[in-house]
């Protein structure tokens, strides 16, 4: 009896110590509720996440999507081995990767436009939704010279669809060489799930294999 007293004891101050790692936040209209499995994590590194997000996210959601979340989670994980990942409004972080990458912020810029995006089982390509997200962090991060992130130099050896910076670099070219507003058009275009194979001539006149073979002839931004 006395064993399983313990237990059970033990088992309810761990709740409470979760519980007491919860923060939430409310700003402008948007709340952040941020926890985490890790009770080591930085304070001040988990306070610079929350800030980029209210930085970031309500100037995200009035230029691409109006109806996007108005409460987003953070869970800071010990589990997690990648980097982050999104779903159903809920960012799941690295603890690992964070502690070690502290400047990276903007990966929260990255993460919140997935929430933005809501593209659900959308018909369009994949690297279309991460190029897009790398591209708004492009325009949007607060923080990506400190972090030491940039848009790659375009190379011979890449194309189009490699997705995330290189794709970001190609829908920055687009925007500033061939027509702007094109990435919000066709962000909405995901999110509408009508994408096809003419989308990119619809939008710029073009295929997107025009495009990059103008892109790789004159890839200076």
Sequence with gaps: ??????????????????????????????????????????????????????????????????NSLKTVNFFIDTAYHGVAATDNGRVVFSASYMTKHPNDIDVVTHEVMHIV?????????????????????????IANQAAGWKLPDYKPTQNFDNSYRITARFFTWIEKHVKKGTIKKLDDIMRKHTYSENTFKQLTGKTVEELWREYAANPVL
């Design 1 to 66: 009896m006395k064993k399983y007293a313990l237990t059970l004891i033990l088992g309810l101050l761990a709740i409470t110590s979760f519980a007491d790692s919860i923060d939430t936040l409310k700003k402008n209209g948007y709340m952040l509720i941020v926890s985490g499995n890790d009770g080591n994590f930085d304070k001040a590194l988990r306070q610079k996440l929350i800030t980029t997000f209210f930085e970031v996210y309500p100037g995200i959601v009035k230029e691409y999507n109006k």
């Design 117 to 141: 995006q809501d593209y659900g089982n959308t018909n369009g390509p994949w690297w279309i939704t991460e190029g897009i997200a790398d591209y708004v962090r492009n325009e949007y991060g």
